[in-house]
């Protein structure tokens, strides 16, 4: 039966057909062939999968993001962060690197972070000087900082299908997301310097850098404001989603007065599309979860791995490169969806804390969505940027590098992801 669902899965993809409804149609597929089951077994496992309280944290944490994003505060934000940038050589291209960890902490998606700050820096980063290529790779590779920083849908994800504590994931994600940062920053300072790329604007004053700080600071103190309620238990991730999105609402009405009944409209219809393409993924994810247990796929593939290949650092290895090429095809939130279970008892065979699985499964397939041929933020940045896909991969690789580094670090250093 199983067999039958990855063959059917597999057809499906090659023909463009949406994720979710492949899930849906390869899982019917695959219960017509057996024969025995029902198939309303499906209907059954994608209702159930629905009936999560957690899960409610999703559309609200999309919500509180699209509201913060979507008016003054956002462009407070995306201030603060290019005019911090301007003193430091290659300052413009940098400026996206520090911006996608400020916006990590509102949005929580890669996707939603490249078209965002794409559509503002990158025309800008042109008008500097830089390359439209080299400023589509950059916006392309640092929009993945998002989701690791708190509050990160993918790392929502995985908690439902691992039972791993989000505190514990969010908190987790926090050290490798600063890493990736500061390498790309030193990246892009080392490409100016070596291409000869100057700063067409003078740095602001330390007076001015403080303004702009103390303007956004009500959006740099919610990641804070989420860690502490999740670690200290004084409210549900699902109570800390809700209060995100009232937190958001009062800094546009009463702070930054710049509420209108219009976006607020737009940012309901935002996350509500958002929620709706994630959830259909979900509620397909649990059907093709089920087949495979009931086929005992993830504990013969763990006791297949563990009996093949003895050393665990090599188990790691595997399944980096596994995450890697599957990662390439397939979007973000159904490959955690679908790769979760299996590699949950996988990593617990070879003693692999689950926390840090998630941190490696997330940054993994989070590179996917930058390497050809299928890349999501890949083909936004490179749309938004006016320029070829070949041109920009070839930029693409000094960022690709730094990213396998600190995959290779979190994968092999424990410490870096569990304190």
């Not at 090659?14 to 409804?21: E, K, Q, T």
């Not at 996917?368 to 890949?378: C, E, F, N, Q, V």
């Amino acid at each position: 039966m199983s067999i039958t669902l990855i063959l059917s899965f597999t057809i499906l993809m090659l023909l463009a057909i949406p994720v979710g409804h492949a899930l849906i149609v390869a899982a019917g597929a695959a219960l017509l062939v057996q024969g025995q089951i029902p198939l309303t077994i499906i209907a059954q496992q994608m209702y159930q999968q629905t009936q999560s309280f957690p899960m409610l944290a999703l559309p609200f944490f999309m919500l509180a993001g699209s509201l913060m994003l979507g008016g003054a505060l956002g462009n407070e934000l995306l201030a603060f962060a290019s005019k911090a940038m301007q003193r430091w050589r290659g300052g413009p291209l940098s400026t996206t690197v520090v911006a996608s960890v400020v916006f990590g902490g509102v949005s929580g998606s890669a996707v939603a972070n490249a078209s965002a700050l794409g559509s503002v820096l990158i025309p800008w980063q042109k008008r500097q000087g830089y390359p439209a290529p080299l400023c589509a790779a950059n916006n392309a590779t640092s929009a993945i900082i998002d989701i690791l920083i708190p509050p990160s849908i993918p790392l929502i994800l995985y908690s439902l299908v691992s039972n791993v504590s989000i505190a514990d994931l969010f908190t987790a994600g926090i050290l490798p997301g600063l890493l990736m940062a500061g390498g790309f920053i030193v990246l892009c300072s080392w490409i100016a310097r070596r291409r000869g790329y100057v700063s067409l604007e003078a740095p602001v004053s330390k007076a001015e850098l403080a303004r702009l700080a103390w303007r956004s600071m009500p959006a740099l103190l919610m990641p804070v404001f989420i860690l502490l309620g999740l670690r200290f238990g004084i409210a549900t991730p699902t109570e800390i989603a809700v209060l995100a999105v009232l937190y958001a609402m009062v800094l546009s009405v009463v702070l930054y007065r710049d509420m209108t009944w219009n976006r607020f409209r737009v940012s309901m219809v935002e996350a509500g599309v958002a929620t709706g393409v994630v959830m259909l993924v979900i509620m397909g994810s649990a059907i093709v979860g089920w087949i495979l247990t009931f086929d005992q796929v993830p504990q013969r593939f763990a006791e297949w791995v563990s009996a093949t290949i003895s050393n665990p650092y090599l188990v790691i290895l595997a399944m980096n490169i596994l995450l890697l090429l599957v990662g390439m095809p397939i979007d973000l939130p159904p490959a955690i969806l679908l790769l979760g279970p299996i590699f949950v008892p996988l990593a617990a065979s070879i003693g692999l804390d689950p926390v840090q699985l998630g941190i490696i499964m997330v940054l993994n397939l989070g590179i996917g969505l930058y390497t050809p041929p299928i890349g999501t933020t890949l083909f936004i940045s490179t749309s938004i940027a006016r320029t070829s896909l070949g041109e920009t991969t070839r930029e693409l690789w000094p960022f690709f590098g730094v990213a396998m580094l600190v995959l290779l670090l979190i994968s092999y250093v424990p410490a870096l992801t569990i304190y």
